[in-house]
């Protein structure tokens, strides 16, 4: 007898989407709710919504650049200068 684990189709898209970067799983996640919309297909009502920050940083995580924060180093910030005296 095999011991071979079949999986369905779910399973091997969720294996699919862990792999994709964060700013790719959004997009996937934009175009199910797409298909949800062009085909009339009820959203699922057991998913938590996700919280306003969450969902900010979901929308723009990778948008800076690939590496930030990381990439900010000494000569990316400014100089400090004294401020006049407000009169």
């Known amino acids: ?11 091997i898209i969720n294996i699919h989407v862990q792999a994709l970067p ?7 996640l934009d175009f199910i709710a797409w298909l949800e919309t062009r085909y009339a297909i009820p959203a699922p009502t057991d998913v938590p919504p996700m ?3 969450e969902a ?3 929308k723009h995580v990778g948008g800076l650049s690939p590496d930030f ?7 990316d910030l400014g ?7 407000l009169k």
């Not at 924060?69 to 000569?75: A, L, R, W």
């Not at 100089?79 to 005296?85: A, G, K, L, N, Y």
């Open 79 to 85: 100089e400090d200068c004294p401020r006049d005296i």
């Open 69 to 75: 924060p990381n990439d900010i180093d000494d000569s």
């Open 22 to 28: 964060p700013t790719l799983q959004r997009e996937t």
């Open 51 to 53: 919280s306003d920050t």
């Open 56 to 58: 900010f940083i979901a």
């Open 1 to 11: 007898m095999s011991s071979e684990v079949t999986m369905n189709l779910v399973d």
